[in-house]
């Protein structure tokens, strides 16, 4: 049975300081990294395979060819081979283009694939779209913010646990499916010196655009129906003020006069 | 070609500027520090003060010099601080003036220095090891961005357009320690393994006298003479001579003591000689290249087996460890239990769950290069009858974090416990020796650790610096007479490190709690010399009363 996990390597942004000056964030020594929520969907598939024979972990990535780093970790956690989709006509690709080229590649290389797992998103865009869009490409159902992801004995059948904002729910659907992962109590795992060292000699094939056969207008930047316009960091919020030292009703005498100087409240309002 | 400077044994003092003492940032009454800046009578060691009149914030040297200048005229002593991060209680004024050295916290320059091929910084006393860190990572400096100096400026944009990454190699646990006081305890680290104590970093320094002036100690340029004497020519026409002990010191880390040997240069007297001979303002340390790491986690079946496996990498000269350290199995047993009750306050994969040690140790790696040593390092294991599968390795920067905190986590862990059982029994706190012996008694070290701790029933771990035959072995009493045992049994320890020509302090340092295990090292002649040291250069003991020295006074 194959699982196909789709990752994606961004820079570690958890690590990024800003310029002061210019309020940018600086790039110098800025490394990139597995997409941690990637990380958590492939470790879904490994906890699959660790419990059940015959599963086979394909690590699907698109991106520059360094991208082939995320593929790397992939491997060295437990994934049996990667792929990894390169080419400059991909380049620029929205998250629609994205989606297109990356089902385009299961369809082609993994076509017998039962389960699509993601990342809920990735921490560089936030966006939360290619899983979902991958899904409706290749007409599959999909469950979202999985925090716990098992397969039936008879692997027919996914049960999930979907995080929602008051707990949990626990879904179930047929395979083939799309799962999305999200973090919930999980702790990365860290591969062994033997993880490690296995990893290296396991297998990444690369994918030209030639590969697909698709046409070049639906690839990259012109295949994209979004384009970043501008990117810049959201506005500083103004310091708040903070009214102590008062006697209460001085202190609401003094919050009263401020809302009326602001104009959010009127004088007759009293 | 570099200039040649020729070296001497004579060091000429210089005056500072002065300011107006009254103007000097200043809390005065006991009360008032205890009530207001209570964090100013203790450090890391807990040990609390009980008397001091006066804090001081000086802003600049001359504040500085000035201040020292008007404490030697009422004879008041000072007792200098910086982040009090120490374990011994060398910041923890035992009566007159704490002077804090906060303000201080500048770095001043970047440079490259042609003849030695290497980038320095000078900063000032109080700038954090993080701090630094931060800065070099980011390439931003913000004092340098302001320097109007022309040279500064070229020689810091130089820097930021250098495209390789620098650090600086000395890495106390504790980030927030001042790069001073590493300086004046000669700090070090788990990297200590791989690139020395601060010590071996350290190319120049600003030393404050007891008489408000100043040496600018360059390394390289004042040696001792043969008669190991050094003279020191202060503004006034008077010469301070100098005798450097005689002793020698033991072939392992060590902060116990004066640093001496023949013909040493001046500069590592004051490295290491916890503030009481003069007070470090500014210092020059030399930065390096870095390298992408590989750590790795490395779980054994015994202690035994855990120490066997250091011998063995400590032998394999293809392989160059910046550090190798050690979990003992009862360390593990304590981690797993804090990781059963909570798995994320861990933030690491499970523990094995059955009793285990392990080897924690980090190595150059380019996940883009050779893999040679990875499969050396794998045939090395293996033949030590470990387990390659049962290990962790990391190298992406946020995994090396990840394994760092990992590592902090069972001193913190320990403390936490000490911490609970202090509610119940006050007079409880924690041993933690600091023992280190030359490579060839490391096993009977360890040996003695474990049927002394074992014998008396002792609730214990060990962990830390393996790789220097450091490890440290803390003792968690559960009674008054469970600590009484433990420190009969650290005394023990110390002697027999003394005895396998070991140091009873290979970091921490001796400040106000250790003297005792300083007697174990040294003769009362020894003892002697070094005083003499401590009288020529501060006669009247205003500096750092009762660090390494008992408080003649108290």
């Known amino acids: ?270 | 070609m570099p200039e040649l400077v020729p070296v001497t044994h004579e060091i000429h003092a210089k005056p500072a500027l002065f300011a107006e003492f009254q103007q000097i940032r200043r809390v005065e009454g006991f009360e008032n520090i205890r009530s207001e800046y209570p964090g100013y009578l203790s450090d890391e060691s807990k040990l609390a003060s009980r008397s001091a009149d006066l804090l001081f914030f000086p802003k600049n040297e001359a504040e500085l010099s000035t201040l020292i200048r008007e404490m030697a005229r009422q004879k008041v002593p000072m007792t200098f601080a910086g982040a009090r991060t120490g374990l011994v209680g060398g910041s923890v004024p035992a009566r007159g003036a704490v002077v804090s050295l906060e303000c201080f916290d500048q770095v001043t320059s970047i440079g490259y220095d042609e003849p030695y091929a290497e980038w320095r910084v000078v900063a000032q006393a109080s700038v954090s090891l993080k701090a630094l860190g931060s800065m070099l990572n980011a390439r931003h400096v913000p004092s340098l961005e302001r320097t109007a100096e022309p040279d500064q400026k070229a020689q810091y944009e130089r820097f930021k357009a250098d495209k390789v990454a620098y650090f600086y190699p000395p890495d106390p646990t504790e980030t927030s320690a001042t790069l001073g006081g590493s300086v004046v305890t000669n700090a070090s680290g788990a990297r200590t393994y791989r690139y020395g104590p601060t010590r071996n970093w350290v190319r120049s320094l600003r030393v404050f006298l007891a008489n408000g002036e100043y040496l600018d100690v360059p390394r390289g340029r004042y040696f001792a003479d043969a008669q190991g004497n050094f003279l020191v020519h202060l503004t006034s026409g008077k010469v301070i001579e100098l005798t450097i002990p005689d002793y020698s010191l033991p072939r392992t880390k060590c902060t116990a003591g004066f640093f001496t040997e023949p013909g040493m240069d001046l500069i590592d007297l004051f490295i290491g000689s916890e503030g009481v001979l003069g007070v470090v303002t500014q210092v020059e340390v030399a930065l390096m290249r870095e390298e992408s790491k590989l750590s790795m986690v490395q779980f054994v079946d015994s202690d035994d087996e855990a120490v066997k496996l250091t011998s063995r990498l400590r032998q394999e000269r293809n392989l160059t460890l910046d550090f190798l350290e050690f979990y003992s199995a009862n360390a593990l047993s304590l981690l797993r239990k804090v990781q059963q009750e909570a798995p994320s306050s861990v933030g690491m994969p499970f523990l094995p769950a059955e009793k285990v040690s392990a080897i924690f140790f980090e190595m150059s790696y380019d996940p883009h290069g050779d893999h040679q040593p990875l499969e050396l390092l794998e045939k090395l294991i293996t033949e030590c009858g470990a387990d390659p599968a049962r290990s962790w390795v990391a190298y992406e920067p946020r995994e090396l974090d990840r394994f760092k905190v990992f590592r902090h986590l069972l001193p913190e862990t320990v403390n936490a416990i000490i911490a609970e059982r202090k509610k119940n029994i006050p007079g409880l706190y924690k041993l933690g020796t600091d023992l280190a012996v030359p490579d060839e008694y490391l096993a009977d070290l360890w040996h003695l650790y474990q049927t002394t701790c074992d014998g008396l029933g002792l609730e214990w771990v060990a962990f830390g610096h393996i790789g220097n035959n450091h490890i440290h072995v803390n003792i968690l009493p559960r009674t008054i007479e469970e600590q009484q045992a433990g420190l009969a049994a650290y005394e023990t320890f110390a002697r027999q490190a003394v005895a396998w020509s070991g140091s009873v302090s290979a970091e921490h340092g001796i400040g106000k709690i250790k003297q005792k295990f300083l007697r174990l090292m040294y003769s009362e002649d020894q003892m002697a010399q070094m005083k003499h040291v401590k009288d020529a250069l501060d006669p009247d003991g205003l500096f750092n009363p009762g660090d390494i020295f008992p408080d003649e006074v108290a």
């Open chain 1, 1 to 270: 049975m194959q699982i196909v996990v789709c990752v994606k390597h961004v820079p570690d942004v958890t690590n990024v300081q800003v310029d002061p000056k210019t309020g940018t964030l600086v790039r110098e020594g800025v490394r990139s990294i597995l997409n941690p929520f990637c990380e958590y969907a492939l470790d879904q598939a490994v906890h699959i395979a660790e419990n059940m024979s015959g599963v086979e972990i394909i690590a699907l990535t698109m991106g520059p060819p360094q991208a082939g780093d995320a593929l790397m970790r992939c491997l060295e956690l437990g994934a049996d081979r990667g792929i990894l989709v390169t080419d400059r006509k991909f380049a620029g690709a929205d998250t629609w283009a994205t989606a297109y080229t990356l089902a385009e590649v299961i369809r082609r290389i993994v076509p017998g694939f039962k389960l699509i797992l993601t990342g809920k998103q990735a921490i560089d865009g936030d966006t939360a779209q290619v899983g979902p869009e991958i899904a409706e490409i290749l007409n599959l159902p999909q469950i979202t913010y999985a925090t716990a992801v098992t397969l039936s004995s008879s692997m027919r059948q996914v049960r999930v646990r979907q995080e929602v904002e008051r707990g949990y729910e626990v879904l179930e659907c047929n395979l083939p499916a799309l799962v999305t992962v999200s973090r919930g109590d999980m702790v990365r795992r860290a591969p062994s010196l033997e993880s490690l060292l296995a990893g290296r000699k396991k297998p990444i094939e690369v994918v030209k655009a030639s590969d697909l056969g698709l046409p070049e207008s639906s690839l990259g930047l012109q295949g994209s129906y979004t384009q970043v316009v501008k990117i810049f960091p959201p506005a500083t919020r103004q310091a708040s003020r903070l009214v102590s030292g008062l006697e209460a009703g001085d202190a609401a005498r003094e919050i009263y006069d401020y809302l009326t100087e602001q104009h959010f409240l009127d004088k007759g309002d009293n």
